[in-house]
């Protein structure tokens, strides 16, 4: 029995043709490549990509944060408030130990009151007074007794010694005018003495010219007129100069008062003088005792405590603490690179990004660009440059304004021009290529 031919014969394998999958492939794969080509130019060429500036800023109060400074400085007697206090204008926020103001003060009112006294008593000399009064100053205030009757006896004194000497010059006079008197009398003896020396010579005379007498008679008593004269006008001399001695302690009664008037008004001068310099000295301690009492300057919430320590001291000028005052308007400050400073300007919008709030609750809030900074400034910590930029915050913003609080950090996404995603794959390239041409 004998098999098939078909069954017997062993198949044929016909070679497969693969020039047509390896082309359609190839071709494929080249028309893919080209369109991906084509399609990515156009892209880049046509498709507007929008950019951003992104900086780091934080919340800030509008009209900036007021620090709390005490002119003078001092020593801290205690603190009165907390970072988070709320205040009111005028509440004592930290009160300074006084007690070396309050002695100073002291002595200056001391200096003052004796002084005053001082002056009553000089006005009083000065005017004649029978005794000193003290007024009360523009203040209200008096002098102690102990001042008062200090003054007073020493006006007494002076007045007692015033006196004394008025009376020995006074006593002078009355002794000038006694010589003057006894000077009169003997004049007035001389006088009539002379009177009946004449008398006898005129009677002589005739006896004299009959010859019943010798003329050596009438000689001794002409001898005696001409002597009685001589001392007629010697007693007139001691008048007058007895007369000029009463003018001249008279007139020392007078320069006694008027020397006492003179040095009463220029004394009077220099304490009115070191009255003057002591108020001022006083007013000026009395302010520092006021400026004790560290006061707000606003209504607000503390933000920040600077000093801690009681009995430390504090600076002239130092600034204590800060206040974020009441009401005011919250704006983001940002610092921006100054590479980037050209492509930001007023009226930008801006993303806000707060990163103390949870991300997934919190979106990112919309503002716009206030005011850029014209000048570079320089921190003083890295030594970096900025430009410093304020950013608005809507009124409608869906975070709360109380929730907002100053110093708290803040992302800041400034959207810039739209540019082709051309532009920003070629521009670094072109950049370099320019730094490149310009050096020599």
């Known amino acids: ?141 008096t002098i102690s007794e102990t001042i008062l009757k200090g003054e007073q006896r020493l006006f007494g004194d002076n007045r007692a010694t015033r006196d004394a000497q008025r009376k020995q010059l006074q006593a002078q006079i009355d002794q000038f005018a006694e010589q003057i008197r006894a000077l009169e009398a003997q004049q007035q003896s001389n006088a009539a003495e002379r009177a009946l020396v004449a008398d006898d010579l005129d009677r002589l005379m005739p006896l004299v010219r009959r010859q019943v007498v010798e003329a050596s008679r009438t000689r001794t008593l002409e001898r005696d007129i001409a002597r009685l004269d001589g001392l007629t006008g010697e007693i007139a001399a001691n008048i007058a100069r007895v007369r000029g001695q009463i003018s001249e302690s008279e007139l020392k009664i007078i320069e006694l008062d008027q020397q006492v008037r003179t040095d009463a008004q220029r004394e009077l001068r220099d304490v009115e003088g070191k009255i003057a310099e002591l108020r001022e000295r006083a007013v000026a301690a009395l302010d520092r005792m006021d400026r004790m009492d560290l006061r707000a300057p606003i209504s607000g919430i503390v933000n920040e405590v600077r000093v801690h320590t009681i009995g430390g001291v504090i600076a002239s000028a130092e600034t204590v603490m800060t206040i974020v005052p009441e009401g005011e308007e919250l704006v983001v400050e940002a610092r921006l690179s100054p590479v980037d400073i050209d492509q930001v300007e007023p009226g930008q919008t801006a993303k806000l990004r707060f990163s103390a709030f949870n991300q997934h609750t919190t979106p990112e809030i919309a503002g716009t660009v206030e005011i850029v900074g014209a000048a570079a400034s320089l921190d003083q910590a890295t030594g970096q440059a900025y430009y410093l930029a304020t950013i608005g915050i809507p009124d409608d913003t869906v975070i709360s304004r109380r929730s907002l609080v100053p110093g708290m950090p803040v992302e800041v996404f400034l959207q810039t021009k739209e540019r082709t995603a051309l532009s920003y794959l070629v521009k670094p390239f072109t950049d370099q290529m320019q730094r490149a041409l310009r050096e020599e």
């Not at 069954?7 to 028309?31: C, E, Y």
């Open 1 to 141: 029995m004998t098999k098939s031919a078909n069954n017997t014969a062993p198949a044929v394998r016909r070679p497969r043709d693969k020039s047509f999958g390896i082309g359609s492939r190839v071709f494929l794969a080249s028309t893919f490549a080209i369109l991906l080509v084509v399609g990515c130019g156009g892209w880049s060429v046509q498709a507007k990509l929008s950019g951003a500036v992104i900086a780091q800023g934080q919340v800030t109060v509008r009209t900036q944060v007021k620090e709390v400074q005490h002119r003078d400085g001092g020593i801290i007697k205690e603190i009165l408030v907390e970072p988070g206090s709320t205040i009111e204008a005028g509440d004592v926020l930290l009160r300074l130990d006084e007690t070396q103001t309050r002695a100073e003060l002291g002595v200056l009112r001391s200096q003052l009151a004796e002084l005053r006294g001082r002056k009553a008593r000089l006005i009083a000399e000065r005017d004649g007074a029978a005794e000193v009064v003290v007024e009360r100053d523009a203040e209200g205030n």
